[in-house]
Nanobody
Framework: QVQLVESGGGLVQPGGSLRLSCAASGSIFRLNAMGWYRQAPGKQRELVAA???????NYADSVKGRFTISRDNAKNTVYLQMNSLNSEDTAVYYC??????????????WGQGTQVTVSS
């Protein structure tokens, strides 16, 4: 199996920054696309940012210019640098990864989530 462990969430004031990390471990043959999603209370889970194994990225319009996704393939880790945070960024952030566990088997895996709260 594959485990995704997130870290870096917490409480931050408006305008502040946080950096989330997500490390993948387990039966990994190949780590494909990775991404960050978030879910605020009463809302559906939404894509925040994603990055392919080759480094191509895409972002939700609401975070463009403020958030940066990156990955370290040697460490099987994806990061989300979040700047200029505001109250609308408050949510549980989930790491997602598409993982090939063998040459022919691929699965979609989720982390347990980390809370990000933006408040003064």
């Amino acid at each position: 199996q594959v485990q995704l462990v997130e870290s870096g969430g917490g409480l931050v004031q408006p305008g502040g920054s946080l950096r989330l990390s997500c490390a993948a471990s387990g039966s990994i043959f190949r780590l494909n696309a990775m991404g960050w999603y978030r879910q605020a209370p009463g809302k559906q889970r939404e894509l925040v940012a994603a990055i392919t194994s080759g480094g191509s990225t895409n972002y939700a319009d609401s975070v463009k210019g403020r958030f940066t996704i990156s990955r370290d393939n040697a460490k099987n880790t994806v990061y989300l640098q979040m700047n200029s945070l505001n109250s609308e960024d408050t949510a549980v952030y989930y790491c997602n990864a598409v993982v090939s566990t063998t040459i022919s088997i691929r699965g979609n895996f989720w982390g347990q989530g980390t809370q990000v709260t933006v408040s003064s």
